[in-house]
């Protein structure tokens, strides 16, 4: 499918497209909710430590909690990426799936 | 710059619309002591604040605010999706949906509009933090009476919940910051500065000490040459 959606394009590049398809299962709602929720915890956590570390720069164990919660939520979002669409405008696609509904604020947002 | 985020801080799940919660939630959004004064508030101040620490925390509770007036915004819009206008107009809404319609606006829970005069920004580091302590402890008690109002509907006391939480936590960093700010204004001074006292037929090249002919260290001067030299 992935070979496919290169082979048809247009653009004439090369560049390989990171999206995958979405899995299909009857539970697939859930699984996507639950990697947002995740995901949503470990963002949650970062902003958190970093309000923290600004006026605690030098604590080392808020500082080690941070990298591995960036690590994580680095790891989980271009996974989450690859198979709901983006979660910034920076996140390359062949598909412009940013347009996807729903935006946050919508009901059934993830 | 900023980049956009496709996701909501914290989650808002709305069974049902109740735009009679909608009409005093929207106050977060645009009232004296909402999410948007905030968030300006502290991005405002944070370009002239001289303390690195105070610096990084008025940028990124601001930051945090701005996701906060998202989750207001979405949290006034779910409340009221899909309701007809008579339900807005029974709801108190009626004089909101004649000017707004269906989009959110921000207003106070009275209806006026957003007011740039509660931002406080008053180019002194101390009174700007005593400023936003205030602004986060004036935000949780609005949080905590939205919440006596909106026991009703778990959902939303739900998230005005978390929202309250933030202002504890912006109020303790804020709290730490202004600390840093206090022990550094308080910090006793000393400066080193090249000394020119001692030599001879130095004349002063400051235009102001030698047209008034004024010196402000002529106590300090010893160089005998008290209307050139001012150091």
């Given at each position: 499918?992935?070979?496919?959606?290169?082979?048809?394009?247009?653009?004439?590049?090369?560049?390989?497209?990171p999206?995958?398809?979405?899995?299909?299962?009857?539970?697939?709602?859930?699984?996507?909710?639950?990697?947002?929720?995740?995901?949503?915890?470990?963002?949650?956590?970062?902003?958190?430590?970093?309000?923290?570390?600004?006026?605690?720069?030098?604590?080392?164990?808020?500082?080690?909690?941070?990298?591995?919660?960036?690590?994580?939520a680095?790891?989980?979002?271009?996974?989450?990426?690859?198979?709901?669409?983006?979660?910034?405008?920076s996140?390359?696609?062949?598909?412009?799936?940013?347009?996807?509904?729903?935006?946050?604020?919508?009901?059934?947002?993830? | 710059?900023?980049?956009?985020?496709?996701?909501?801080?914290?989650?808002?799940?709305?069974?049902?619309?109740?735009?009679?919660?909608?009409?005093?939630?929207i106050?977060?959004?645009?009232?004296?002591?909402?999410?948007?004064?905030?968030?300006?508030?502290?991005?405002?101040?944070?370009?002239?604040?001289?303390?690195?620490?105070?610096k990084?925390?008025?940028?990124?509770?601001?930051?945090?605010?701005l996701?906060?007036?998202?989750?207001?915004?979405?949290?006034?819009?779910?409340?009221?999706?899909?309701?007809?206008?008579?339900?807005?107009?029974?709801?108190?809404?009626?004089?909101?949906?004649?000017?707004?319609?269906?989009?959110?606006?921000?207003?106070?829970?009275?209806?006026?509009?957003?007011?740039?005069?509660?931002?406080?920004?008053?180019?002194?580091?101390?009174?700007?933090?005593?400023?936003?302590?205030?602004?986060?402890?004036?935000?949780?008690?609005?949080?905590?009476?939205?919440?006596?109002?909106?026991?009703?509907?778990?959902?939303?006391?739900?998230?005005?919940?978390?929202?309250?939480?933030?202002e504890?936590?912006?109020?303790?960093?804020?709290?730490?910051?202004?600390?840093?700010?206090?022990?550094?204004?308080?910090?006793?001074?000393?400066?080193?500065?090249?000394?020119?006292?001692?030599?001879?037929?130095?004349?002063?090249?400051?235009?102001?000490?030698?047209?008034?002919?004024?010196?402000?260290?002529?106590?300090?001067?010893?160089?005998?040459?008290?209307t050139?030299?001012?150091?």
């Open positions: 499918m992935l070979e496919d959606m290169n082979e048809n394009r247009n653009c004439g590049c090369t560049c390989v497209c999206c995958e398809q979405e899995p299909e299962c009857e539970c697939k709602e859930a699984i996507r909710r639950d990697m947002m929720m995740q995901l949503r915890a470990y963002y949650f956590s970062i902003n958190d430590l970093a309000l923290y570390l600004d006026t605690h720069p030098d604590d080392e164990k808020a500082l080690c909690l941070h990298r591995e919660y960036a690590k994580k680095r790891e989980l979002s271009d996974k989450y990426q690859k198979l709901y669409g983006p979660l910034t405008i996140y390359p696609c062949r598909k412009w799936r940013w347009l996807e509904e729903p935006w946050p604020w919508e009901r059934g947002s993830f | 710059m900023w980049n956009y985020n496709k996701t909501l801080q914290y989650p808002i799940k709305i069974k049902c619309a109740n735009p009679r919660l909608a009409k005093f939630i106050s977060q959004y645009g009232g004296p002591d909402g999410e948007l004064g905030a968030s300006l508030r502290y991005l405002s101040q944070r370009f002239a604040m001289p303390d690195e620490k105070a990084a925390i008025l940028n990124d509770i601001g930051t945090e605010e996701g906060h007036l998202e989750m207001v915004g979405a949290l006034v819009h779910r409340l009221t999706d899909g309701v007809c206008p008579e339900e807005l107009a029974k709801a108190g809404l009626g004089a909101y949906y004649t000017d707004h319609g269906v989009d959110v606006y921000p207003q106070s829970a009275a209806g006026m509009p957003f007011d740039a005069n509660c931002l406080a920004c008053k180019g002194d580091p101390v009174a700007n933090l005593q400023e936003d302590l205030a602004a986060e402890q004036k935000a949780r008690a609005t949080y905590e009476k939205l919440i006596d109002l909106c026991k009703d509907d778990p959902d939303v006391v739900d998230v005005l919940r978390f929202l309250r939480e933030r504890v936590v912006h109020f303790q960093r804020f709290g730490e910051a202004l600390r840093g700010v206090q022990d550094k204004l308080a910090r006793k001074n000393f400066y080193m500065n090249e000394c020119k006292m001692e030599m001879p037929n130095f004349e002063c090249t400051n235009a102001f000490n030698s047209v008034n002919n004024y010196s402000p260290c002529d106590s300090l001067c010893n160089c005998n040459n008290n050139k030299c001012c150091r």
